[in-house]
């Protein structure tokens, strides 16, 4: 049973940066494998980064390397995304995700996670 709210979503000229927070409820956070996906108009949802319950590991898309950064607070329940030097082709809607128990954590993929924020739009122009 868990409930995630995001913020932090705008818009911003092309080279600019946003951070988007994802709060979390449930007693064990730090033990939740966390993700951030994001599905522009017309388009299937894309992964963009994960990382693990204990934060020792972090996964992203090639086409964000080097310019997002996922990070977690588990005293805070909250996940980020800093995402820097974007793109108009980063326009989306961005969510984050999460997953309590997992067998084999297959990151990269919408069908690992179990809870789902409501999406934050996130829009750059040129």
């Known amino acids: 049973q868990v409930q995630l709210v995001e913020s932090g979503g705008g818009m911003v000229q092309a080279g600019g940066s946003l951070r988007l927070s994802c709060a979390a409820s449930?007693?064990?956070?730090?033990?939740?494998?966390l993700g951030w996906f994001r599905q522009a108009p017309g388009k299937e949802r894309e992964f963009v980064a994960a990382i693990t319950e204990n934060a020792g590991r972090s996964y992203y898309a090639d086409y964000v390397k080097g310019r997002f950064t996922i990070s977690r607070d588990n005293a805070k329940n909250t996940v980020y995304l800093q995402m820097n030097s974007l793109k108009p082709e980063d326009t989306a809607v961005y969510y984050c995700?999460?997953?309590?128990?997992?067998?084999?954590?297959?990151?990269?993929?919408?069908?690992?996670?179990?809870?789902w924020g409501q999406g934050t739009q996130v829009t750059v122009s040129s």
């Open positions: 995700a999460a997953v309590t128990r997992t067998t084999f954590y297959v990151y990269a993929s919408s069908r690992t996670y179990d809870y």
């Open positions: 449930g007693r064990t956070f730090s033990t939740y494998y």
